[in-house]
């Protein structure tokens, strides 16, 4: 009977660090949501702030980044979609786009 008892408390510790290992992990994923939500909405203003014609010299069409990072809004409320289309647009086509922009 004692042995029963000495039980009951084990799993219940490992119910409490489950439970915080699960708290903990969900709040992981949500704070890489909130990122990729973030640079989406940054990747967005600047993608319609720059005018048209910085656009033409790198190749990329204005239409399709603002579509695509106001689409990554949207998919980083449900998983990492958006961060990764966040991540593209601030690092491998921002630089391109605004280029032209700083060698005048």
């Not at 980083?76 to 630089?95: C, E, T």
Request: net charge positive; glycine share 8%; hydrophobic share 55%.
């Amino acid at each position: 009977m004692t042995e029963s008892v000495q039980a009951k408390p084990k799993a219940g510790k490992i119910m409490v660090v489950a439970e915080i290992l699960t708290t903990a992990t969900a709040t992981l994923i949500a704070l890489i949501d909130l990122l990729g939500i973030v640079l989406c909405l940054i990747g967005f203003v600047d993608a319609v702030r720059r005018p048209a014609s910085t656009w033409l010299p790198s190749g990329y069409r204005k239409s399709n980044w603002v579509l695509l990072t106001a689409v990554g809004v949207i998919f980083g409320l449900f998983f990492f979609g958006g961060l990764f289309i966040g991540i593209v647009y601030l690092f491998a086509i921002r630089p391109k786009v605004a280029a032209p922009a700083d060698e005048r």
